[in-house]
């Protein structure tokens, strides 16, 4: 007989994150790279999965795959822990390095995971509005971590879903100023040009994140980096769990972060498609009011401003095109040449037939 098991309230009261289900000829949802590995690489990627040592436990500290994400980005190996993705290493830090009750200060919008592990771990979540142009108040970012007693400060730059950037210069000046710890989540930064990840070793309260699955295009592999000086390093090592990524993805990704001509060609390819889905998209906006705003990209998508954000959402959806809704917004991935055609014809005849009904 039961005695009547009750869930916690923070649990009960968790919204789970809530992907798109369902096939869809498109997937511009996700911001996932549009590259596939070609039948050569497949093959050496399955030769390489077929030679791991199925019966032991991985290398808990994925030595090779951090060495090469190390090589990579020009970095030295000693301040790179890697995760099942970024998504567990943001978990790591909430749950570890924080701790019940602590201030972690986000922005809205931003990347929603952030607040869901701060209410995770019973972290106290203080979510500060962005400017209305979507820019991160750095100054007034400052004062408030200083006066309120944030013990840390989450966000992504460039910005998802806004695809906005804070210069380098504004990200040194919120860094230094301020004894909390900034997490800086670089998962798009491959597409701008402003890291830090050059300056990660002159600040104690720092933590970059990267992840394989966006520019790198393993979004499957799950793989993403902590980048930090070693004390900070030492103590994310410490708190995970010790077979965190699985033996295939340490060898695959290693084997894929060592083709450097091949993953920068395919960034140049999804910074142009970025581009070129931005300014066409601007130019729907001409002929279309409805598209009230199309930002600016430091990232493989496009953020537009539409009060029929919806409606556009559904009836690409019912032509099996996948695009993310975030309200009064659209935020669309850049898609391969051909894909861009298919999607801007839907959206054309979406927009077209939306005039000739109101
Ligand atoms: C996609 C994304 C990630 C990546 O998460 P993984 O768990 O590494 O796939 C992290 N941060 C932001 C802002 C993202 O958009």
Redesign the pocket.
């Known amino acids: 007989m039961s005695k009547g098991y009750e869930l916690c309230d923070k649990i009960k009261n968790l919204t789970p994150y809530d992907p798109l289900e369902g096939e869809y000829r498109l997937r511009l949802d996700?911001?996932e790279s549009y590259f596939e590995p070609d039948e050569n690489l497949r093959r050496e990627l399955g030769e390489i999965a077929a030679k791991t040592a199925f019966n032991r436990y991985p290398d808990p500290y994925a030595v090779e795959v951090c060495r090469a994400f190390a090589e990579f980005y020009g970095l030295p190996e000693s301040l790179v822990t890697a995760?099942?993705?970024?998504?567990?290493?943001?978990s790591i830090i909430c749950g570890t390095l924080l701790q019940k009750g602590e201030k972690l200060l986000t922005f809205a919008p931003?990347?929603s995971?952030y607040r869901f592990y701060a209410e995770l771990y019973e972290l106290e979540s203080v979510v500060m509005e962005k400017e209305p142009d979507l820019t991160l108040p750095v100054d007034r970012v400052i004062s408030y971590i200083n006066e309120n007693q944030v013990a840390a400060v989450m966000f992504?730059n460039p910005?998802?879903?806004t695809s906005l950037g804070l210069s380098r210069e504004n990200v040194r000046k919120l860094v230094s100023s301020v004894k909390a710890l900034v997490v800086l989540?670089e998962?798009?930064m491959d597409f701008w040009d402003q890291s830090f990840l050059p300056e990660v070793q002159e600040h104690d309260n720092l933590i970059i994140?990267?992840?394989?699955?966006?520019a790198i295009g393993m979004?499957a592999v799950?793989?993403?980096f902590a980048v930090a000086k070693p004390a900070l390093s030492i103590a994310l090592r410490a708190a995970k769990s010790p077979y965190n990524v699985n033996s295939i993805s340490q060898a695959i990704g290693a084997h894929i972060l060592s083709k450097r001509e091949f993953l920068l060609d395919c960034r140049d390819q999804l910074v142009k498609s970025a581009r070129e889905l931005n300014a066409r998209l601007n130019k729907l906006a001409g002929e279309f009011p409805v598209l009230e705003t199309v930002h600016p990209t430091c990232t493989n998508f496009v953020f537009v401003k539409t009060p029929a954000a919806r409606e556009i959402h559904q009836k690409l959806l019912k032509k099996s095109i996948a695009v993310r809704c975030f309200g009064k917004y659209l935020r669309i991935t850049a898609p391969s040449p051909e894909q861009m055609e298919e999607l801007l014809a839907a959206l054309h005849d979406i927009l077209v037939e939306m005039r000739d009904n109101a």
Do not use: H, Q, V, W
């Open positions: 996700a911001n995760g099942n993705g970024s998504d567990e290493l943001i931003d990347f995971m992504s910005c998802n879903p989540d998962a798009y994140l990267k992840t394989c699955s966006k979004a799950r793989l993403g």
